[in-house]
T-cell receptor
Framework: NAGVMQNPRHLVRRRGQEARLRCSPM?????VYWYRQLPEEGLKFMVY????????ESGMPKERFSAEFPKEGPSILRIQQVVRGDSAAYFC???????????FGPGTRLTVL | QQQVKQSPQSLIVQKGGISIINCAYE??????FPWYQQFPGKGPALLIA?????SEKKEGRFTISFNKSAKQFSLHIMDSQPGDSATYFC?????????????FGTGTRLLVSP
């Protein structure tokens, strides 16, 4: 059973461009979480999604950030018009049930030039 | 507002020694306290977790001690090995949100010297 997969592993964008981060949950997992880790800080919750539904997006900035988890395909975290402050590691986690253990992917390291 | 405070920021322990990492939380509604281990370039992996109905949980060389009245919990790594060198994060969540909305500490970078 493959683990949580994230791609790309590293992403470089210039200010003003768009960043798309993909997350494929573990097989059989229908709950996806996104976290952001700034340098030298812990992970901070951004959004929790189930298939086709955003359940809790209280940790996501109101502007420029969006997330989706379609019926088919990976979950996508989209950052529009990136700024230098968006540079961070973005981790996706998945779980089989709502309150189950979260399994993390290897992360996508976003660098904004 | 940081809800989970973790210390120390970094720790160096001799091989065979005991590594101790401490966390304190503020929200008394938290009822699930996991510890995650993260190696460079990897995602965090669940190491061990505890709920507040017990004061201690042990799994192999890893033990969580939990003090509900003090709102503190700690990770003890017995017989620390160089392979334990990693960053450790404590976290907390509360059940009545309907899912594990994990709040993480800032991490402790552990180095176990040979």
């Amino acid at each position: 059973n493959a683990g949580v997969m994230q791609n790309p592993r590293h992403l470089v964008r210039r200010r003003g461009q768009e960043a798309r981060l993909r997350c494929s949950p573990m097989k059989g997992h229908s709950h996806v979480y996104w976290y952001r880790q700034l340098p030298e800080e812990g992970l901070k919750f951004m959004v929790y999604l189930q298939k086709e539904n955003i359940i809790d997006e209280s940790g996501m900035p109101k502007e420029r950030f969006s997330a989706e988890f379609p019926k088919e395909g990976p979950s996508i975290l989209r950052i529009q018009q990136v700024v230098r402050g968006d540079s961070a590691a973005y981790f996706c986690a998945s779980s089989p049930l709502r309150e189950d253990t979260q399994y993390f992917g290897p992360g996508t390291r976003l660098t904004v030039l | 507002q940081q809800q989970v405070k973790q210390s120390p920021q970094s720790l160096i322990v001799q091989k065979g020694g005991i590594s101790i990492i401490n966390c304190a939380y503020e929200n008394t509604a938290f009822d699930y306290f996991p510890w995650y281990q993260q190696f460079p370039g990897k995602g965090p992996a669940l190491l061990i977790a505890i709920r507040p109905d017990v004061s201690e949980k042990k799994e192999g060389r890893f033990t969580i001690s939990f003090n509900k009245s003090a709102k503190q919990f700690s990770l003890h790594i017995m017989d620390s090995q160089p392979g334990d060198s990693a960053t450790y994060f404590c976290a907390a969540s509360r059940k009545n949100t309907g899912f594990q909305k994990l709040v993480f500490g800032t991490g402790t970078r552990l180095l176990v010297s040979p």
